[in-house]
């Protein structure tokens, strides 16, 4: 395939599907893997995830041919566009990347390009990984108490983008069907209004939740968790709920029980080698996380809910400049930070890498590569346990020493190359 918009590297070989069903993949020991700095600090984090994540290839043997490609700020100033198609294709085609976060202007202006990313690829699981590195400092007690998984239903709900602006033909064409034809009385205010709606489909769920389940009983985890907001939104977020205790009553067998079940026929006691589905209100759900963080392994949710939750979870391990993230979905990987472009920080080689970096160590496991994603985290643990960190980290602990975004990186090299 050949591409206009996108630098293609000199070597490399390209990692291609080695069984449609399982999403199974043939990978070389130096595959071609796209990669996008992303807008605002993705210039500072982008470069310096390459670096460690380079690194750590090369200890294990290993090397990354990078093919940049382009999306946000970096695309609208080389080609004039935010998205080019051969961005979407080179991922598309390549099956895993790693991009930095993109910038989302707020009430108007273009839609999310991560969002569009996503859906376009219908990379439908959005998982985030929370747990505590040894020495991060955090605002609560018992930091290692946290280490949960979020898988987060990526292309429904309302980030969906099905919406109407206040003013427009459109929204009035919208409120006229549901107060004439749908009977809805007294709900909509008269004057201007925005509309949106919010799909959430049995099948768009339960492919989420298998995903979520299918992690916990290959990793003997002991729960998953359907985190919902079913008691009001009955028809949509009660319906996920609904739905992923179908998914565990009749795919499983006897590895996965329901909490009913776990109550009604063991006492409580939870069998040897079972997972438990139970499920929580989201609201209950974030003061849970504080208060019986332990109690909670994976997680399942919709769009909403998970990235407000992802980013509470990552505030108990750190903060957003730690915690990482990867999408996935028919064989592919893009990997991604939870946190976003903030911009006021740009370019100062200042914010912390690490978020994106784990969130490579989190693609080199996809990779199947577990030496170096192991490399990869210990050598991360060991840099800020020895008190070398970025401002965000630096600012909570007494002594230490505070490094610039590519010092960390490079304090991260010199330690995977001290652990190879
Ligand atoms: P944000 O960019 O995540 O930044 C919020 C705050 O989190 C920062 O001011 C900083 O806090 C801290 N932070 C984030 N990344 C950090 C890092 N690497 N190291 C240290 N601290 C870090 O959230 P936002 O300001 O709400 O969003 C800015 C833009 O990013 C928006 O356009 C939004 O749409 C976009 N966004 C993109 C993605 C994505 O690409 N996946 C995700 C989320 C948001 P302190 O100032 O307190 O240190």
Redesign the pocket.
Known sequence: MSYDKVDVPEDGEAITLADEETGELNVPSNPIIPIIH?????T??GPAAQKVLDAAAEATGRSIAWMRVYAGESAREKYDENLPEDTVSAIRSHRVAI????????GAGFR???VALRQTLDMYANVRPTYHLEGVPSPVKNPEAMDMITFRENTEDVYAGVEWEAGTDEVEKVRRFLEDDMEVADVIHDGPVGIGVKPISEFGSKRLIREAIDYAVANDRDTVTLVHKGNIMKFTEGAFRDWGYEVAEEEYGDDVITEDELWDEHDGEQPEGTVVVNDRIADNMLQQLLTRTDEYEVIATMNLNG?YMS?AAGAQIG????AP?ANFGHGRCLA??????????AGED???????ILSGREMLDYLGWDDAADLVRDAVEETIASGQV????H?QIDGGEKLA?SEFAEAVVDKIDELA
């Open positions: 992303g807008d605002g600090i993705g500072d984090v991009k930095g976060p993109l910038t989302t202007p707020v999310s390009l991560n990235d980013d903060g957003l400049g730690i993230g991604e930070p939870v946190h976003g472009s903030a911009p006021k920080y200042k914010v912390n890498p690490t978020a994106m970025t401002y965000d980290l600012r975004t």
